[in-house]
């Protein structure tokens, strides 16, 4: 992969993270079409656990993204690698 996608890849990563990490806990979560029409959507929406879910799959998303950081960093040199026995 070419350096410049590595870097895309690892920014996308931690905007969707930190996006999923902040939004279900906004007021703006309950505001949407869906909700307005489906009842049982909102009932769904509106429960914590899911909220829960959504903000751990954006800690997931970040961790992924700082996992990429630290593989790219060794990529590039920048950090020398242990010497083997």
């Known amino acids: 992969m070419s350096r410049l996608l590595i870097i895309a890849y690892i920014v996308f990563c931690f905007e969707v993270g930190v996006f999923l990490f902040v939004f279900p806990w906004v007021s703006l979560w309950g505001k949407n079409y869906f909700l307005d029409h489906y009842p049982l959507v909102a009932n769904i ?5 899911l909220r829960g879910a959504v903000s751990g799959l954006g800690l997931a998303d970040i961790w ?10 060794r990529e590039l040199g ?8």
């Open 45 to 49: 929406a509106h429960n914590y656990f």
């Open 64 to 73: 992924l993204a700082f996992y990429e950081l630290w593989r790219f960093r």
């Open 78 to 85: 920048l950090v020398s690698s242990r010497p083997t026995r």
